[in-house]
């Protein structure tokens, strides 16, 4: 079982910056994919960054609204995995809950394609928003 806790989440003004993370727990040896998917009430949830793993090299993938503000990043110990999301030159859009996913190996889907659907695990949330 693995147990994804995010935080980070802030107010701030629109050209600022946040980062946030998300801590994994459990048994993660199979995740070898994580992402970020944020929700508003209008958007519904919509995926923003993933990073995965293969082959000893690491890849992410952006949705095209946040490509070149936002940096999906992840550091390893012996007992957690971290993931970041580093964002950037906010805007008023950016504003909305965010959630830390992940999918394990042979769940079917892809990382790439930002679905929530083929993600297996998911956080609880943590809450950006961006004023002008």
């Known amino acids: 079982q693995v147990q994804l806790v995010e935080s980070g989440g802030d107010s701030v003004q629109a050209g600022g910056s946040l980062r946030l993370s998300c801590a994994a727990t459990?048994?993660?040896?199979?995740?070898?994919?994580m992402g970020w998917f944020r929700q508003t009430p209008e958007k519904g949830r919509e995926g923003v960054a993933v990073l995965w793993t293969g082959g000893g090299e690491t890849f992410t993938h952006y949705a095209d609204s946040v490509e070149g503000r936002f940096t999906i990043s992840q550091s390893l110990d012996n007992t957690k995995k971290v993931l970041y999301l580093q964002m950037n030159t906010l805007n008023t859009e950016d504003s909305g809950l965010y959630y830390c996913a992940g999918k394990v190996r042979g769940s079917g889907g892809s990382c790439r394609g930002l679905n929530e659907g083929d993600f297996t695990n998911w956080g609880q949330g943590t809450q950006v928003s961006v004023s002008s």
């Open positions: 459990g048994n993660t040896t199979r995740t070898y994919c």
